[in-house]
């Protein structure tokens, strides 16, 4: 059984929300998970002086369940990375996974949910 770690769309049109699970790599994206790990909400939250978008994880489970050989997908990669969960892997294609330096606002609040 391989797992991966990847986003399922949840909520009605225009205001989607994505789960990130844990899931068999065979199943549909919006199939029942092993594993909830956390919620990514794209629309941004306004807040005095700036907009952000959501982003709450539980990062103990995310790093168990690569520590057990679950895969990212690599949307869910480049977020990690973002977010200091996961160092960028040295054989990550540098163009698809570019990501912005800590002097930039990517925009991504991320609160970890423990």
Do not use: C
């Amino acid at each position: 059984m391989v797992v991966r770690i990847r986003f399922s769309l949840h909520g009605p049109p225009h205001r989607k929300i994505f789960h990130l699970v844990a899931i068999e790599n065979r199943t549909a994206r919006d199939s029942k998970p092993i594993e909830l790990l956390g919620i990514y909400n794209p629309q941004p939250r306004p807040n005095p002086g700036q907009q952000h978008k959501t982003m709450q994880w539980s990062p103990e489970r995310i790093r168990y369940w690569l520590s057990v050989g679950a895969q990212p997908s690599k949307t869910v990669e480049r977020l990690l990375v973002l977010g200091g969960v996961i160092k960028e892997s040295p054989s990550s294609d540098k163009e698809t996974l570019s990501t912005p330096s800590s002097s930039e606002n990517p925009g991504i609040k991320i609160d970890d949910v423990d």
